[in-house]
């Protein structure tokens, strides 16, 4: 089955970007989306189709995809921000990445 | 606004059944694919079982196969998954997902709206 890797954490100062990566074989190819997960709360899509933005969703979430690797970039990043990310795509089934923490420092 | 509300999560013990239940509200039920997902402790999100709007399509992941079964009552607005042969490692938070597709086998397939999950403990 496809296999998507995330780093296990980032780390963003208040204010700064942060970019979270998805890596995949030719991931380019592929419709990526990513979620926001908060511990007991459900999770929210907050970019589908490697670049669109749900409504609702700020500006400053941002997705780009290409070869090998899809990211999700979170300019001015606020302390609201910080959750688990996943990437997700579709290869005869839904397909996880393993999921980054974000830490707003 | 869409909402879905799980229920039916609980503590049972190794090879027991349950059935996990997810009332949705603010859309048109039958026109689109429902989900289960679930996640269990320390780990990440894994995508369990998928149903086409009407009920005709539907999808397992391997490990839940032949003791899964995804459901859905259009009429009642309500989305089902009645699991049997319970194991360890079934025990997890299990979402209730919404996807904006009627049909499962779509190349840009997502979910869209979420649930808050219920919790399914499987343990002696």
């Known amino acids: 089955s496809f296999e998507l890797s995330q780093p296990f954490s980032v780390s963003v100062a208040l204010g700064q970007t942060a970019r979270v990566t998805c890596g995949g074989n030719?991931?380019?190819?592929?419709?990526v989306h990513w979620y926001q997960h908060k511990p007991g709360q459900a999770p929210v899509l907050v970019i589908y189709?490697?670049?669109n933005r749900p409504s609702g969703i700020p500006e400053r979430f941002s997705g780009s995809n290409s070869e090998n690797t899809a990211t999700l970039t979170i300019s001015r990043a606020q302390a609201g921000d910080e959750a688990d990310y996943y990437c997700q795509v579709w290869d005869s089934s839904a397909v996880f990445g393993t999921g980054t923490k974000v830490t707003v420092l | 606004d869409v909402q879905l509300v799980e229920s039916g999560g609980d503590l049972v013990h190794p090879g027991g059944s349950l059935r996990l239940s997810c009332a949705a509200s603010g859309l048109t039920f039958s026109s689109y694919v429902m989900t289960w997902v679930r996640q269990a402790p320390g780990k990440g999100l894994e995508w369990v079982s998928a149903i086409s709007g009407r009920g005709r399509g539907t999808y397992y992941e391997d490990s839940v196969k032949g003791r899964f079964t995804i459901s859905r009552d259009n009429s009642k607005n309500t989305l089902y998954l009645q699991m049997n042969s319970l194991r360890a490692d079934d025990t997890a938070v299990y979402y209730c997902a919404k996807a904006p597709h009627y049909d499962i086998m779509i190349a840009y397939f997502y979910m869209d709206v979420w649930g808050k999950g219920t919790t399914v403990t499987v343990s002696s």
């Open positions: 189709r490697d670049s």
């Open positions: 030719n991931i380019g190819s592929k419709n």
